[in-house]
Protein backbone atom coordinates (compact mmCIF):
# COMPACT_ATOMS: atom_id res chain seq x y z
CA UNK A 1 0.00 0.00 0.00
CA UNK A 2 1.01 3.49 -0.62
CA UNK A 3 2.39 5.60 1.95
CA UNK A 4 -1.07 7.90 2.71
CA UNK A 5 1.05 11.18 1.40
CA UNK A 6 1.37 9.77 -2.15
CA UNK A 7 -1.97 8.11 -2.14
CA UNK A 8 -3.62 11.02 -1.59
CA UNK A 9 -1.74 13.38 -3.79
CA UNK A 10 -3.03 10.15 -6.38
CA UNK A 11 -6.28 11.00 -5.52
CA UNK A 12 -6.05 14.53 -6.18
CA UNK A 13 -4.56 14.19 -9.53
CA UNK A 14 -7.57 12.24 -10.69
CA UNK A 15 -10.11 14.07 -9.13
CA UNK A 16 -8.75 17.17 -10.50
CA UNK A 17 -8.72 15.59 -14.07
CA UNK A 18 -12.14 14.08 -13.30
CA UNK A 19 -13.44 18.15 -11.57
CA UNK A 20 -12.11 19.80 -15.01
CA UNK A 21 -13.36 17.59 -17.29
CA UNK A 22 -17.35 17.04 -15.95
CA UNK A 23 -17.40 20.19 -13.66
CA UNK A 24 -17.12 19.42 -9.86
CA UNK A 25 -20.65 19.19 -9.49
CA UNK A 26 -20.87 16.84 -12.37
CA UNK A 27 -18.69 14.85 -10.91
CA UNK A 28 -19.74 12.08 -8.04
CA UNK A 29 -18.02 9.88 -5.37
CA UNK A 30 -18.72 7.01 -7.36
CA UNK A 31 -16.82 8.29 -10.50
CA UNK A 32 -13.49 9.23 -8.07
CA UNK A 33 -13.87 5.78 -6.75
CA UNK A 34 -14.00 4.35 -9.92
CA UNK A 35 -10.98 6.59 -11.32
CA UNK A 36 -8.78 5.84 -8.56
CA UNK A 37 -9.55 1.96 -7.78
CA UNK A 38 -10.61 2.49 -4.04
CA UNK A 39 -13.90 2.10 -2.06
CA UNK A 40 -15.86 4.81 -1.56
CA UNK A 41 -15.18 4.52 2.48
CA UNK A 42 -11.30 4.14 2.43
CA UNK A 43 -12.25 6.91 -0.24
CA UNK A 44 -13.15 9.38 2.42
CA UNK A 45 -11.12 8.12 4.83
CA UNK A 46 -8.41 10.00 2.74
CA UNK A 47 -10.55 13.01 1.47
CA UNK A 48 -12.84 13.63 4.58
CA UNK A 49 -15.42 15.11 2.28
CA UNK A 50 -15.37 15.85 -1.97
CA UNK A 51 -15.73 19.41 -0.60
CA UNK A 52 -12.67 19.16 1.34
CA UNK A 53 -10.85 17.53 -1.68
CA UNK A 54 -12.13 20.64 -4.06
CA UNK A 55 -11.01 23.20 -1.27
CA UNK A 56 -6.90 21.62 -1.02
CA UNK A 57 -7.31 21.11 -5.52
CA UNK A 58 -7.87 24.79 -5.51
CA UNK A 59 -5.25 25.82 -3.21
CA UNK A 60 -2.40 23.95 -2.88
CA UNK A 61 -1.08 25.53 -6.36
CA UNK A 62 -2.07 28.41 -5.45
CA UNK A 63 -0.47 28.64 -2.29
CA UNK A 64 2.77 27.56 -3.98
CA UNK A 65 2.75 29.91 -6.95
CA UNK A 66 1.87 32.41 -3.81
CA UNK A 67 5.02 31.69 -2.33
CA UNK A 68 7.33 31.50 -5.30
CA UNK A 69 6.02 34.70 -6.17
CA UNK A 70 6.66 36.60 -2.65
CA UNK A 71 10.49 35.00 -2.47
CA UNK A 72 10.54 37.18 -6.19
CA UNK A 73 9.22 39.93 -4.51
CA UNK A 74 11.83 40.49 -2.11
CA UNK A 75 14.83 40.05 -4.31
CA UNK A 76 17.01 43.05 -5.02
CA UNK A 77 15.31 43.68 -8.56
CA UNK A 78 13.40 45.82 -10.76
CA UNK A 79 9.53 45.99 -10.64
CA UNK A 80 9.88 44.62 -14.51
CA UNK A 81 12.09 41.93 -13.80
CA UNK A 82 9.84 40.93 -11.09
CA UNK A 83 6.94 41.09 -13.69
CA UNK A 84 8.39 38.93 -15.81
CA UNK A 85 9.92 36.85 -13.40
CA UNK A 86 5.91 36.18 -12.05
CA UNK A 87 4.69 35.99 -15.31
CA UNK A 88 6.42 32.72 -16.04
CA UNK A 89 5.82 31.48 -12.74
CA UNK A 90 2.48 31.81 -13.35
CA UNK A 91 2.05 30.55 -17.00
CA UNK A 92 4.29 27.58 -16.36
CA UNK A 93 2.24 26.64 -13.19
CA UNK A 94 -0.92 26.87 -15.32
CA UNK A 95 0.37 24.84 -17.85
CA UNK A 96 1.84 21.87 -15.70
CA UNK A 97 -0.80 21.72 -13.39
CA UNK A 98 -4.08 22.70 -16.35
CA UNK A 99 -6.71 20.37 -14.85
CA UNK A 100 -6.02 22.08 -11.24
CA UNK A 101 -5.95 25.78 -11.95
CA UNK A 102 -9.35 24.84 -14.24
CA UNK A 103 -10.92 23.62 -11.36
CA UNK A 104 -9.36 27.05 -9.14
CA UNK A 105 -11.22 29.27 -11.79
CA UNK A 106 -14.27 27.37 -12.46
CA UNK A 107 -15.37 26.06 -9.28
CA UNK A 108 -14.19 28.16 -6.63
CA UNK A 109 -17.95 29.48 -6.48
CA UNK A 110 -18.82 25.79 -5.86
CA UNK A 111 -17.22 26.50 -2.12
CA UNK A 112 -18.84 27.25 0.84
CA UNK A 113 -18.86 28.71 4.33
CA UNK A 114 -15.11 28.59 5.60
CA UNK A 115 -13.65 26.62 2.95
CA UNK A 116 -14.96 29.34 0.49
CA UNK A 117 -13.32 31.91 2.42
CA UNK A 118 -10.19 30.76 2.71
CA UNK A 119 -9.83 30.38 -0.94
CA UNK A 120 -11.07 33.29 -1.60
CA UNK A 121 -7.97 34.77 0.70
CA UNK A 122 -5.67 32.52 -1.08
CA UNK A 123 -6.73 34.04 -4.97
CA UNK A 124 -6.43 37.79 -2.67
CA UNK A 125 -2.57 36.49 -1.72
CA UNK A 126 -1.92 35.97 -5.37
CA UNK A 127 -3.86 39.37 -6.62
CA UNK A 128 -1.83 41.11 -4.26
CA UNK A 129 1.65 40.12 -5.24
CA UNK A 130 0.34 41.94 -8.82
CA UNK A 131 -0.55 44.95 -6.69
CA UNK A 132 2.73 45.05 -5.09
CA UNK A 133 4.82 45.01 -7.81
CA UNK A 134 3.27 47.52 -9.93
CA UNK A 135 3.37 49.54 -6.83
CA UNK A 136 6.87 49.01 -6.70
CA UNK A 137 6.73 50.32 -10.68
CA UNK A 138 5.16 52.92 -9.97
CA UNK A 139 7.25 54.30 -6.90
CA UNK A 140 10.24 54.29 -8.45
CA UNK A 141 9.28 55.82 -11.53
CA UNK A 142 9.59 52.91 -13.59
CA UNK A 143 5.92 52.73 -14.70
CA UNK A 144 3.59 55.48 -15.59
CA UNK A 145 0.64 55.97 -12.70
CA UNK A 146 -1.52 53.35 -12.84
CA UNK A 147 -5.85 53.10 -12.46
CA UNK A 148 -5.57 50.04 -9.48
CA UNK A 149 -8.14 48.15 -12.38
CA UNK A 150 -4.78 47.63 -14.46
CA UNK A 151 -4.16 44.52 -12.03
CA UNK A 152 -7.59 43.31 -13.02
CA UNK A 153 -6.34 43.24 -16.71
CA UNK A 154 -2.99 41.40 -16.05
CA UNK A 155 -4.62 38.83 -13.68
CA UNK A 156 -7.04 38.48 -16.74
CA UNK A 157 -4.16 37.83 -19.22
CA UNK A 158 -2.64 35.25 -17.28
CA UNK A 159 -5.78 33.16 -15.74
CA UNK A 160 -7.72 33.25 -18.59
CA UNK A 161 -4.74 30.57 -19.90
CA UNK A 162 -6.77 28.10 -18.44
CA UNK A 163 -9.07 28.07 -21.28
CA UNK A 164 -6.59 27.89 -24.17
CA UNK A 165 -3.28 27.00 -23.11
CA UNK A 166 -2.18 23.91 -24.33
CA UNK A 167 0.91 22.17 -22.61
CA UNK A 168 2.69 20.96 -26.03
CA UNK A 169 1.59 24.34 -28.05
CA UNK A 170 3.78 26.26 -30.14
CA UNK A 171 5.39 28.52 -28.05
CA UNK A 172 6.40 27.32 -24.17
CA UNK A 173 4.60 28.76 -21.49
CA UNK A 174 7.96 30.71 -20.58
CA UNK A 175 7.70 32.47 -24.35
CA UNK A 176 4.23 33.05 -24.14
CA UNK A 177 4.63 34.74 -20.69
CA UNK A 178 7.44 36.80 -22.62
CA UNK A 179 5.11 38.00 -25.56
CA UNK A 180 2.66 38.87 -22.35
CA UNK A 181 5.01 41.09 -20.28
CA UNK A 182 6.65 42.82 -23.68
CA UNK A 183 3.06 44.03 -24.63
CA UNK A 184 1.87 45.06 -20.82
CA UNK A 185 5.03 46.88 -19.89
CA UNK A 186 5.00 48.44 -23.15
CA UNK A 187 1.64 50.04 -21.67
CA UNK A 188 2.93 50.50 -18.32
CA UNK A 189 6.46 51.72 -18.50
CA UNK A 190 6.91 55.53 -17.81
CA UNK A 191 7.83 57.02 -21.59
CA UNK A 192 11.14 58.31 -21.41
CA UNK A 193 12.07 62.11 -20.95
CA UNK B 1 -50.48 34.92 -20.38
CA UNK B 2 -47.61 37.02 -21.58
CA UNK B 3 -46.41 36.52 -25.02
CA UNK B 4 -44.16 33.62 -26.02
CA UNK B 5 -41.45 35.55 -26.65
CA UNK B 6 -41.51 37.62 -23.47
CA UNK B 7 -41.76 34.29 -21.64
CA UNK B 8 -39.00 33.07 -22.71
CA UNK B 9 -37.01 35.76 -22.21
CA UNK B 10 -37.90 35.54 -18.66
CA UNK B 11 -37.34 31.91 -18.46
CA UNK B 12 -33.53 32.66 -19.46
CA UNK B 13 -32.88 35.69 -17.31
CA UNK B 14 -33.90 33.23 -14.11
CA UNK B 15 -31.90 30.55 -15.17
CA UNK B 16 -28.58 32.61 -16.06
CA UNK B 17 -28.63 33.87 -12.41
CA UNK B 18 -29.44 30.09 -11.28
CA UNK B 19 -26.40 29.03 -13.15
CA UNK B 20 -24.46 31.86 -11.91
CA UNK B 21 -25.26 31.37 -8.72
CA UNK B 22 -24.76 27.55 -8.36
CA UNK B 23 -23.80 26.39 -11.49
CA UNK B 24 -25.33 24.56 -14.31
CA UNK B 25 -24.76 21.51 -13.45
CA UNK B 26 -25.99 22.42 -9.41
CA UNK B 27 -29.39 23.72 -10.35
CA UNK B 28 -32.31 21.52 -11.22
CA UNK B 29 -35.18 21.38 -13.13
CA UNK B 30 -37.19 21.77 -9.94
CA UNK B 31 -35.05 24.79 -9.00
CA UNK B 32 -35.88 26.83 -12.13
CA UNK B 33 -39.71 26.17 -12.19
CA UNK B 34 -40.05 27.20 -8.37
CA UNK B 35 -38.04 30.37 -10.07
CA UNK B 36 -40.41 31.04 -12.68
CA UNK B 37 -43.48 29.91 -11.20
CA UNK B 38 -44.34 27.54 -13.64
CA UNK B 39 -45.15 23.82 -13.77
CA UNK B 40 -42.24 21.55 -15.03
CA UNK B 41 -44.12 20.52 -18.15
CA UNK B 42 -45.10 23.98 -19.21
CA UNK B 43 -41.49 25.39 -18.33
CA UNK B 44 -40.00 22.39 -20.81
CA UNK B 45 -42.86 23.31 -23.25
CA UNK B 46 -40.77 26.47 -23.22
CA UNK B 47 -37.36 25.41 -23.20
CA UNK B 48 -36.87 22.20 -24.88
CA UNK B 49 -34.49 20.85 -22.51
CA UNK B 50 -32.05 22.45 -19.99
CA UNK B 51 -29.25 21.64 -22.39
CA UNK B 52 -30.77 24.00 -25.63
CA UNK B 53 -31.59 26.64 -22.41
CA UNK B 54 -27.88 26.74 -21.52
CA UNK B 55 -26.84 27.00 -24.77
CA UNK B 56 -29.47 29.88 -25.40
CA UNK B 57 -28.04 31.80 -22.53
CA UNK B 58 -24.65 31.15 -23.64
CA UNK B 59 -24.64 32.08 -27.25
CA UNK B 60 -27.48 34.71 -27.57
CA UNK B 61 -25.43 38.18 -25.69
CA UNK B 62 -22.28 36.69 -27.63
CA UNK B 63 -23.69 36.88 -30.62
CA UNK B 64 -25.23 39.61 -30.31
CA UNK B 65 -21.55 41.25 -29.45
CA UNK B 66 -20.28 39.63 -32.56
CA UNK B 67 -22.94 41.43 -34.84
CA UNK B 68 -22.21 44.98 -33.01
CA UNK B 69 -18.17 44.48 -33.29
CA UNK B 70 -18.59 43.45 -37.16
CA UNK B 71 -20.27 46.80 -37.36
CA UNK B 72 -17.56 48.22 -35.77
CA UNK B 73 -14.93 46.45 -38.11
CA UNK B 74 -17.09 47.37 -41.09
CA UNK B 75 -16.26 51.30 -40.30
CA UNK B 76 -13.63 53.55 -41.69
CA UNK B 77 -11.62 53.79 -38.66
CA UNK B 78 -8.02 53.17 -37.48
CA UNK B 79 -7.64 49.72 -35.83
CA UNK B 80 -6.92 51.52 -32.53
CA UNK B 81 -10.27 53.70 -32.69
CA UNK B 82 -11.90 49.81 -33.27
CA UNK B 83 -10.04 48.39 -30.62
CA UNK B 84 -11.41 50.80 -28.27
CA UNK B 85 -15.16 50.90 -29.44
CA UNK B 86 -14.88 46.75 -29.26
CA UNK B 87 -13.31 47.40 -25.51
CA UNK B 88 -16.39 49.20 -24.79
CA UNK B 89 -18.98 46.90 -26.07
CA UNK B 90 -17.30 43.99 -24.51
CA UNK B 91 -17.51 45.45 -21.27
CA UNK B 92 -20.73 46.73 -21.01
CA UNK B 93 -22.35 44.15 -21.81
CA UNK B 94 -20.72 41.82 -19.65
CA UNK B 95 -21.27 44.34 -17.30
CA UNK B 96 -25.14 44.73 -18.10
CA UNK B 97 -25.33 40.70 -18.54
CA UNK B 98 -23.66 39.12 -15.58
CA UNK B 99 -25.02 35.83 -15.15
CA UNK B 100 -25.22 35.43 -18.72
CA UNK B 101 -21.42 35.80 -19.17
CA UNK B 102 -20.94 34.25 -16.02
CA UNK B 103 -22.60 30.96 -17.19
CA UNK B 104 -20.78 31.64 -20.60
CA UNK B 105 -17.12 31.52 -19.93
CA UNK B 106 -17.48 29.00 -16.90
CA UNK B 107 -20.58 26.60 -18.21
CA UNK B 108 -19.85 26.33 -21.78
CA UNK B 109 -17.82 22.73 -21.53
CA UNK B 110 -21.43 21.48 -19.56
CA UNK B 111 -22.43 21.36 -23.75
CA UNK B 112 -21.83 18.25 -25.31
CA UNK B 113 -22.16 17.03 -29.63
CA UNK B 114 -24.01 19.71 -32.05
CA UNK B 115 -24.69 22.23 -28.94
CA UNK B 116 -21.04 22.64 -28.43
CA UNK B 117 -19.82 22.96 -31.17
CA UNK B 118 -22.22 26.03 -32.26
CA UNK B 119 -21.44 27.18 -28.81
CA UNK B 120 -17.62 27.25 -29.51
CA UNK B 121 -18.28 28.24 -33.00
CA UNK B 122 -19.93 31.84 -31.69
CA UNK B 123 -16.80 31.88 -29.12
CA UNK B 124 -14.62 31.22 -32.42
CA UNK B 125 -15.92 34.11 -34.12
CA UNK B 126 -16.25 36.58 -30.91
CA UNK B 127 -12.16 35.80 -31.01
CA UNK B 128 -11.76 36.68 -34.80
CA UNK B 129 -13.04 39.90 -34.49
CA UNK B 130 -9.76 40.54 -31.75
CA UNK B 131 -7.81 38.84 -34.26
CA UNK B 132 -8.98 41.03 -37.88
CA UNK B 133 -8.72 44.57 -36.13
CA UNK B 134 -5.04 43.37 -35.01
CA UNK B 135 -3.87 42.58 -38.42
CA UNK B 136 -5.49 45.63 -39.91
CA UNK B 137 -2.86 47.38 -37.20
CA UNK B 138 0.04 45.33 -38.65
CA UNK B 139 -1.13 45.52 -42.40
CA UNK B 140 -1.32 49.56 -41.67
CA UNK B 141 1.60 50.08 -40.01
CA UNK B 142 -0.13 51.02 -37.05
CA UNK B 143 1.03 47.98 -34.45
CA UNK B 144 4.19 46.53 -34.16
CA UNK B 145 4.48 42.81 -35.62
CA UNK B 146 2.79 41.32 -33.20
CA UNK B 147 2.89 37.17 -32.50
CA UNK B 148 -0.59 35.48 -32.77
CA UNK B 149 -0.64 34.48 -28.64
CA UNK B 150 -1.23 37.95 -27.89
CA UNK B 151 -4.76 38.16 -28.66
CA UNK B 152 -4.88 35.27 -26.31
CA UNK B 153 -3.77 38.25 -23.41
CA UNK B 154 -6.66 40.32 -25.08
CA UNK B 155 -9.24 38.21 -24.98
CA UNK B 156 -7.80 36.96 -21.22
CA UNK B 157 -8.22 40.97 -19.87
CA UNK B 158 -11.80 41.33 -21.00
CA UNK B 159 -13.17 38.01 -20.69
CA UNK B 160 -11.87 37.68 -16.55
CA UNK B 161 -14.20 40.49 -16.21
CA UNK B 162 -16.68 38.20 -15.30
CA UNK B 163 -15.09 37.44 -11.90
CA UNK B 164 -14.92 40.84 -10.42
CA UNK B 165 -16.88 43.47 -12.63
CA UNK B 166 -19.36 45.49 -10.57
CA UNK B 167 -22.55 46.88 -12.27
CA UNK B 168 -21.85 49.19 -9.90
CA UNK B 169 -18.22 49.98 -9.19
CA UNK B 170 -15.73 52.66 -9.02
CA UNK B 171 -15.25 52.92 -12.73
CA UNK B 172 -18.21 52.45 -15.70
CA UNK B 173 -17.62 49.97 -17.74
CA UNK B 174 -16.71 52.34 -20.20
CA UNK B 175 -13.96 53.48 -17.82
CA UNK B 176 -12.33 50.31 -17.56
CA UNK B 177 -12.40 49.44 -20.93
CA UNK B 178 -10.29 53.08 -21.96
CA UNK B 179 -7.74 52.16 -18.84
CA UNK B 180 -7.51 48.61 -20.34
CA UNK B 181 -6.93 49.74 -23.81
CA UNK B 182 -4.31 52.51 -22.64
CA UNK B 183 -2.24 49.57 -21.62
CA UNK B 184 -3.06 47.36 -24.18
CA UNK B 185 -2.52 50.09 -27.02
CA UNK B 186 0.59 51.41 -25.43
CA UNK B 187 1.91 47.72 -25.88
CA UNK B 188 1.46 46.92 -29.44
CA UNK B 189 1.68 50.70 -30.88
CA UNK B 190 4.80 50.61 -33.62
CA UNK B 191 7.02 52.95 -31.68
CA UNK B 192 7.23 56.42 -33.54
CA UNK B 193 10.40 56.81 -36.08
Not at 91 to 117: C, K, N, Q, Y
Not at 160 to 188: H, K, M, Q, T
Request: charged share 30%; aromatic share 8%.
Amino acid sequence: MPPRGVQKERIRRHAARLFAENGYRGTGVQDLSDAVGLGRGTLYHHIGSKERLLFEIITLHVVDVVADARAVLDLDLTAEEKIRRLSRIVMTTVAAHLPEWTVFFRDIDALSGLLRREALAVRADFEDVWVEVLRQGVRDGEFRDLDPVVVKGLLGMHNYSYVWIAPSGRLSPEEIADVFCDLLLGGIRRPPG
